[in-house]
């Protein structure tokens, strides 16, 4: 007759013994390297927008009495543009231009994909004043849009899991 333990006596482990292995969460400095190519990324699409933008306001009304609804509809729109960049690519590929380029991607705490209530949290938890700031002394890095969504930003190459496509 086998040997083994019941559930009751079974050794315990915790949660980052049972993650060992499962999957590497990104360095800080590929952690960092995703903020600068993906900030560099949404101020060029910024920039494209609020220009297409400037000029259709200039040709409908006189820009000087515009002017302060001009500069608050670009401030409101360049703050939902940031949060969407990351919602619609991390929703559809798990990956922001920067993760591409760094080989890394977004998983849950289980080193999955994220589901997308998670996508929403981790997006709106960006706009967070200083978020970027709360991962860069860690390790592993993980900063309060990670921690708020319950994501992890992991190695591409260690996952387990295999994509579905």
Do not use: C
């Amino acid at each position: 007759m086998a040997d083994h333990l019941d559930d009751e006596s079974r050794p315990k482990l915790n949660r980052d013994e049972l993650l060992d292995g499962l999957f590497t969460p990104a360095s800080t400095n590929k952690r960092l390297a995703n903020y600068i190519i993906d900030t560099v990324l949404i101020y060029i699409l910024a920039l494209g927008f609020n220009s297409i933008y400037i000029i259709v306001i200039n040709e409908k009304l006189d820009l000087g009495v515009a002017e302060n609804y001009l500069l608050s509809g670009l401030g409101f729109f360049n703050f939902v543009l940031w949060a969407l960049y990351y919602f619609i690519l991390e929703l559809g590929t798990g990956k922001s231009v920067g993760k591409m380029i760094t080989k890394t991607r977004v998983v849950n705490e289980m080193g999955e994909p994220p589901d997308p209530k998670q996508i929403i949290w981790r997006s709106l938890a960006r706009l967070i004043p200083f978020d970027v700031f709360t991962y860069l002394d860690k390790n592993p890095p993980r900063g309060w849009h990670d921690k708020l969504s319950k994501t992890q930003v992991a190695e591409d190459k260690s996952l387990y899991w295999v994509e579905n496509n």
